[in-house]
């Protein structure tokens, strides 16, 4: 895929880790749409910024009229309200399903038509690690995030045949607003970026961006006691 001849559909684009992709699509000569709940905070000039909650459905029906010409659908906005699922606030947990898997949901069902009838395109749902293993303090993030994962296996078999490729991106901590308090290695959202653009780009349906969830994917074939060792 030529990215110079597409037109990408970012969400969550104002900040952090989405305004990494959308600075770098258009950096390749892509057209993009830069979707936030306040547009009026996207700064980011030649993107074309689009009131959008992806957890409010006629919102979403409102960016699928505006943006008749995306060819990539990238989803990317999420909530991380750090609610474990035992004695969390069911709110919270509720709102991590909502965005990550019911928003991601919607998005796509009201986008994949446009690119359908755009002769087709590539859907890239940002995932992360934690979509295949959980530390035992984040588990709505965890949980919401391994949902949207199953969502992209399946959405991938369903699409392909309208010539629309579902790929999932598995990162870990990025260096982001939403990863402030987190005490752990960062990987640059910039190259990170890149690296999700050139997946795109080559036609990948899985993008591992970093060590942390290249570790993680090998030690799945290893159970329960490669992942959490202390279960042994």
């Known amino acids: 895929m030529n990215i110079s001849e597409q037109v990408a559909f970012v969400t969550g684009a104002n900040r952090g880790f989405g305004r990494h992709l959308a600075l770098e699509l258009l950096s390749r000569g892509a057209k993009v749409y830069a979707a936030a709940r306040n547009p009026e905070s996207v700064d980011i000039p030649g ?5 959008l909650d992806i957890t409010n459905p006629q919102e979403v029906s409102e960016a699928a009229e505006v943006a008749k ?7 990317n906005a999420g909530s991380s309200t750090g609610a474990s699922l035992l004695d969390g606030d069911l709110n919270q947990i509720h709102l991590e399903m909502n965005t990550h898997f019911f928003g991601t949901l919607s998005m796509v069902r009201s986008f994949a038509p446009i690119l359908a009838n755009n002769g087709g395109g590539a859907i890239l749902n940002i995932l992360s690690a934690l979509s295949w293993v959980s530390t035992g303090t984040i588990g709505a993030f965890s949980s919401a995030k391994s949902a949207e994962w199953a969502l992209t296996n399946d959405l991938r078999i369903s699409l392909h045949p309208q010539n629309i490729r579902v790929a999932g991106l598995h990162v870990g901590y990025m260096e982001t607003d939403m990863t402030t308090g987190v005490n752990a290695p960062k990987s640059n959202p910039a190259e990170i970026a890149k690296i999700a653009i050139d997946g795109i780009a080559s036609g990948s ?19 329960v006691a490669a992942i959490y060792p202390h279960f042994a």
């Open 47 to 51: 993107a074309i910024p689009v009131r």
């Open 69 to 75: 010409d995306v060819t990539i659908l990238i989803n």
């Open 205 to 223: 349906y899985e993008i591992i961006a970093d060590d942390t969830s290249r570790k993680i994917k090998n030690a799945l074939t290893g159970g």
